[in-house]
């Protein structure tokens, strides 16, 4: 019997041989990369979405053009290969000019990985008119009835609501109404309470419009009925009733009529981005919009729905970051209530989409 060890084969010769094996036959490399590549996809698209969406908002604070590029489709294949080859000769080493035994190894592997992405500009008169197009009042009455916080809702998607001015960073620039942040601190309390609820019924002439009810679920407290008499005071409605028509438009209602003038996406972006502190010389130098006009003192302020910083040095701790012209602008990750905001903006700027929606973005993982 032959021993092995006058081959000199070492273990590192052994090593060699099972891993160009392993690759060689490595038949299930889809199933071990799926929930790698789903979650890093998922993870790169959601990173990708949140700098462009702040880029976006930087662009416009200085007065440059928006672009928005989505991912139409993500192909990711991959390829796995891997050669072995093992010789050897047994001779007479008492044979004249005899070498002996000896065993010769070889092999080469390969890995591939070749991802293509699709990106799908976002233009077209289908496009404009979903940026353009305001957010059905109904539809943030909805969502207020689903939970979530009337104050962020207001102060983000509605210019006026019955003569009561939000801020206005376009146009002929302004502050807001002091008693529209009175309004909303009311409206969040009395969400906040449980104590009184807000539903919407659609309208039957136009289901875009309906009725909001000022209702108690419970015994209301003292001081949530004041908060409930401060509402229908600031709006002017009729303090008698509990029912009110919503309907769109800037004028004054009043009555049992409540008229909401709701923002676009395009308006909610340009509106977010007047909360940016830019550089001061980039304002003295008018490259860029003043920001968002402060109230005076004594009067009633409302927290800012977003906050993003700037700088020359590249933030530590960001929850998004992008870097416009040698500056970088971000969002602490600390800072909840912005980062909630700028989340949710998404689903504000799908609340105005018209028209049918085109495909999702695919992702197709070729594995073999």
Same mark, same amino acid.
């Given at each position: ?71 139409? +489709?993500?192909?990711?294949? @991959? ?15 008492? *044979? ?22 699709? @990106? &799908? ?18 539809? $943030? ?19 006026? &609501? ?24 009311? $409206? ?8 009184? !609820? ?11 419009? !309906? ?39 800037? *004028? ?22 007047? @909360? ?22 004594? +009067? ?8 993003? $910083? ?9 929850? &998004? ?25 998404? &689903? ?9 929606? !085109? ?10």
């Amino acid at each position: 019997m032959m021993d092995i060890s006058c081959w000199g084969v070492t273990r590192r010769h052994w090593i060699a041989v099972l891993t160009i094996a392993s690759l060689s036959g490595c038949t299930g490399l889809g199933a071990v990369t799926l929930d790698r590549d789903r979650l890093n996809y998922t993870q790169a698209v959601a990173n990708s979405w949140k700098q462009q969406t702040l880029l976006n908002i930087v662009k416009l604070r200085y007065a440059d053009t928006p672009i928005f590029v989505d991912v139409g +489709q993500v192909i990711s294949g @991959y390829e796995v290969e891997g050669t072995f080859t093992a010789g050897g000769s047994i001779g007479n080493k008492t *044979a004249p000019g005899a070498l002996g035994d000896f065993l010769n190894l070889g092999g080469t592997g390969r890995y591939l990985d070749r991802p293509t992405v699709t @990106y &799908v500009p976002l233009t077209g008169s289908d496009f404009i008119r979903t940026l353009m197009t305001p957010i059905p009042p109904i539809r $943030l009455f909805e969502l207020i009835e689903s939970g979530w916080p009337i104050g962020l809702l207001f102060n983000t998607c509605v210019q006026s &609501v019955n003569g009561l001015s939000n801020s206005k960073a376009s146009g002929t620039r302004r502050a807001a109404d002091p008693d529209f942040f009175v309004l909303l601190k009311s $409206l969040q309390r009395i969400q906040d309470s449980g104590a009184v !609820g807000l539903a919407v019924t659609p309208g039957k002439e136009k289901p875009s419009e !309906g009725m909001v009810l000022f209702f108690p679920t419970m015994p209301v407290p003292p001081d949530i009925e004041k908060e409930r008499e401060q509402v229908k005071r600031l709006l002017r409605l009729d303090p008698h009733k509990t029912e009110f028509r919503i309907i769109y438009g800037a *004028a004054f209602q009043g009555g049992d009529t409540v008229a909401l003038q709701t923002r676009s996406a395009f308006q909610i972006l340009l509106e977010l981005s007047s @909360y940016i502190q830019v550089p001061e010389e980039d304002i003295r130098e008018h490259r860029a919009y003043p920001g968002v006009q402060l109230l005076s003192e004594g +009067q009633e302020a409302y927290p800012y729905p977003v906050r993003i $910083l700037s700088g020359t040095s590249r933030p530590a701790e960001a929850f &998004v970051m992008v870097r416009y012209n040698d500056v970088w602008f971000w969002i602490d990750n600390r800072d909840l209530r912005s980062k909630a905001s700028f989340t949710f903006l998404l &689903v504000l700027m799908t609340l105005s989409e018209t028209g049918e929606k !085109g495909p999702s973005p695919i992702l197709t993982i070729r594995a073999n």
